[in-house]
């Protein structure tokens, strides 16, 4: 087989065999297929597009290139969750503990945030003691013996992923749905999961940000999913402003014990509750109802097993627990300055990115993989889209270590909230849910 052959069938529009695609995969990953040619390659498949077989065969390929994760050991059918990224996205903190309460083992394997978005292994790393790298004999352990166990990515999932990702990276080839998709699905594929609810944000923060490239992106991730065997659900939820009130990781590991205390902000609760449902579904529960696992999730909730469940995997991972009983209990960031608004009106917008923006410039995230963050850091939101505010009324107060930062931080989270003298319309926080038999509109509005 050659390269060449290979980069010109898809630039003619050719679909791909199983066999050169694979091929392909396995070279480039081995070091034999020069990054020129695989830069050409994916030129190609950027214009041709991919096929449905074969964005299913290249996310097959990509999986297969590094280790594939043994979840037998745990028994029940283990469902894991991905979201596409964004701003104020706790879910996981919160979904997991759910999912676990109702009796669905969660073993998961998180990221770290990076640009605007946030990561779950950062968040998580906020509590004082917590081990996000665990043996995988202790990991299994835990999963058994507590129901849910979170982790940082085994470095060695989908490297294939990691090489081609790198090159799309640099080479205009990134927002491809194929490529896209592929490169999520291999690595959850990798990672061991017998079924998958992905929660693809749309919107300013997020990866996508109109709501037909989501819903494509959610219908290629589920077509992959029904094609390599593991059924999968993807919701398709809002990211124009952010998820919650909390932006930053110690503020955000803070805002999701207190939604399981029953103390959370409307829209997170509701989009945890119906991602916890559709996993709970996705394991058999419920009477293989939704409406059925909707009530399981809600009661894990309301009941506090959830919360009690959050405080046990905190525990198990070396973790102080005691930090979650209240707001207010983890160290808190030496300057806390108040964003004011200029006017008064409703609140008209509140743009994710930017806030995403402000809060790595507060010392919350990274722009560089190896850049350090600082826990405390962050900001949180006193209004969210749709809420009237007075003139000096505080619409965010940030939280950061030094003055430069903060005045940066400030300057753009101004520039971030829109005020109006009409009352906007509401933005739509769950869109739809996408699976195998089609697209259902759920259009939950937020809480607001
Ligand atoms: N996230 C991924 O893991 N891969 C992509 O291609 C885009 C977002």
């Given at each position: 087989m050659r390269m060449y052959d290979i980069i010109v069938d898809k630039r003619n529009g050719k679909e791909l065999t199983q066999e050169q695609i694979a091929w392909a995969v396995a070279g480039y990953t081995g070091g034999s297929i020069p990054d020129y040619q695989v830069a050409a390659w994916l030129m190609a498949i950027y214009f041709q597009g991919m096929t449905e077989r074969e964005t299913a065969w290249l996310t097959d390929a990509m999986a297969a290139s590094g280790e594939l994760i043994?979840?037998?050991?745990?028994p029940g059918i283990k469902v894991d969750k991905h979201s596409t990224g964004g701003v104020g996205d706790k879910t996981t903190l919160i979904v997991g503990p759910i999912v676990a309460a109702c009796g669905v083992p969660v073993a998961k394997m998180s990221g770290r945030g990076l640009g605007h978005t946030g990561g779950t292994v950062d968040k998580l790393e906020a509590?004082?003691?917590?081990?996000?790298?665990?043996p995988k004999e202790e990991f299994c352990r835990i999963v058994r013996e507590v129901g849910i166990a979170v982790i940082g990515q085994s470095g060695n999932i989908a490297p294939a992923d990691k090489k081609l990702y790198a090159l799309r990276d640099v080479t205009g080839t990134v927002e491809n749905i194929s490529l896209i998709a592929s490169s999520i699905m291999s690595k959850k594929i990798a990672a061991g999961a017998d079924a998958i609810v992905l929660d693809v944000k749309t919107g300013?923060?997020?990866?996508?940000?109109?709501l037909e490239g989501s819903l494509s992106l959610a219908k290629a991730m589920v077509a992959i999913g029904e094609k390599v065997g593991r059924k999968t659900i993807a919701l398709v939820t809002d990211m124009d402003e952010p998820l919650g009130a909390a932006v930053g990781n110690a503020l955000e590991v803070e805002e999701a014990a207190a939604t399981l205390r029953g103390r959370g902000p409307e829209d997170l609760q509701q989009v945890c509750l119906e991602l916890a449902a559709n996993m709970l579904l996705l394991a058999g529960k419920g009477g293989g109802h939704i409406d059925g696992c909707r009530e399981m999730a809600r009661q894990a909730l309301t009941d506090g097993r959830a919360f009690a469940k959050l405080k046990q995997m905190v525990a198990a991972q070396?973790?102080?627990?005691?930090?979650?009983?209240?707001?207010?209990s983890f160290p808190a960031a030496p300057l806390i300055l108040p964003v004011k608004a200029r006017i008064s009106g409703y609140?008209?917008?509140?743009d994710a990115l930017a806030i995403g923006n402000a809060s790595a410039v507060l010392?919350?995230?990274?722009?560089?993989?190896e850049d350090d963050i600082d826990h405390r850091a962050g900001l949180i939101l006193k209004k969210k889209i749709g809420q009237w505010v007075e003139e000096g009324q505080v619409l965010a107060e940030l939280h950061t270590a030094a003055a430069d930062k903060g005045e940066e931080g400030s300057r753009l989270v101004a520039r971030a909230i829109g005020i109006g003298p009409a009352k906007p319309q509401l933005p739509l926080l769950i869109h739809s849910r996408v699976t195998a038999a089609g697209v259902e509109k759920l259009a939950q509005e937020t809480g607001t």
């Open positions: 043994d979840l037998a050991a745990i509590i004082p003691g917590f081990q996000t790298v665990l300013r923060g997020a990866f996508m940000e109109t070396g973790g102080d627990p005691s930090y979650l009983e209240e707001s207010g609140v008209t917008a509140i010392g919350a995230g990274r722009l560089r993989k």
